[in-house]
């Protein structure tokens, strides 16, 4: 059982402003109000309930976490407080199983880990990264902080990433912006098509080596691929990328979320994490040059 704890600071103030105060979303009160779990001092309280000043209301969140068996597994923490985690994800490893792959992935480590220090909590996945995709991910502990996060990724999430690509780039830096859709219904492989939705994208090119670019790059949309498909589409496809390029070989997928930043929906706290330039890219950019 989770316990929100929210502090009214005004006389007066209904249930139904101080949630507002608080973004609890409309979904997750509808929630609580059905089960009875907004309460003070034990007691129910309504939409239009009066609150006084230094009144502390009580959200009740029972989560179930039946459906994620924990595993033991190395997870990279770099950030953690009672309602947050960033995990730096490993090469290889899915963020959460799909219809169709029963493996263990990256949530059921989490869980171990919550398990491990006695934290019962739900998993929220805030940003997902592919399996070959490594680097910084976002998770929320509730779903009161998962409500709140949701709606910061439109407005206050920053992600960037490295990239190598085949190629230089004639254009050093921009921004490209395409329209990315689903191939079809039986296939995750992304298209470029007029029918897709936007997807914005800005990139720096860091280093030229060989006959590849290291760029960093940022996304100001969250597509599936994006960054995939996007460079694939300008003739500068990923390393490694075997879904969108035909020369992919042998290599890994060079691709790496390596900051992200964003306002901790507590503390109301910028966070900015970094972990700078993997090893694996530094191995490559070394034997290629």
């Known amino acids: 059982m ?6 009214c600071e005004v006389d007066g103030q209904t249930l139904e402003e101080l949630l507002d105060e608080n ?3 409309r ?21 239009s309930y009066k609150l006084k000043k230094g009144d502390i209301v009580t959200l009740y969140s029972d989560e179930d976490n039946s ?12 950030y953690e407080d009672e ?4 995990i730096d994800k490993d090469y290889n490893l899915s963020c959460m199983s799909t219809m169709n792959r029963n493996e263990i992935c990256l949530i059921n480590g989490i869980q171990h880990y919550l398990l491990n220090k006695g934290i019962k909590s739900k998993v929220h996945l805030i940003n997902r990264l592919d399996r070959l995709t490594t680097g910084l991910m976002l998770t929320s502990l509730n779903r009161y902080s998962a409500s709140m996060m949701s709606d910061s990724l439109k407005e206050t999430l ?3 990433y490295y990239a190598i690509v085949h190629g230089h780039l004639t254009e050093k830096e921009g921004t490209i912006e395409l329209k990315i859709a689903k191939e079809n219904t039986m296939t995750v492989r ?8 936007i997807a914005i994208t800005k990139y720096q090119v860091v280093k030229e080596f060989g006959d590849y670019s290291l760029l960093e790059i940022e996304l100001l949309t969250g597509r599936t691929h994006q960054i995939r498909v996007t460079f694939s589409y300008i003739g500068h496809p990923l390393v490694g990328d075997k879904m969108y390029n035909h020369n992919a070989g042998d290599n890994e997928l060079m691709l790496h979320s390596h900051y992200i930043e964003f306002i901790n929906p507590k503390t109301n706290e910028l966070i900015k994490l970094d972990t700078g330039l993997p090893d ?4 490559f950019i070394k034997k290629h040059e």
């Open 67 to 78: 459906d994620i068996m924990p595993v033991e597994m190395p997870i990279k923490v770099m």
């Open 27 to 47: 979904k997750l009160r509808r929630s609580l109000k059905a089960k009875g779990a907004i309460k003070k001092d034990d007691k129910v309280l309504y939409m």
């Open 23 to 25: 973004n609890i979303s």
């Open 190 to 197: 992304r298209v470029v098509r007029n029918d897709g939705k």
């Open 280 to 283: 694996r890219f530094k191995e």
């Open 83 to 86: 309602n947050i985690l960033v």
């Open 2 to 7: 989770n316990k929100i704890k929210l502090r």
């Open 158 to 160: 920053i992600r960037k």
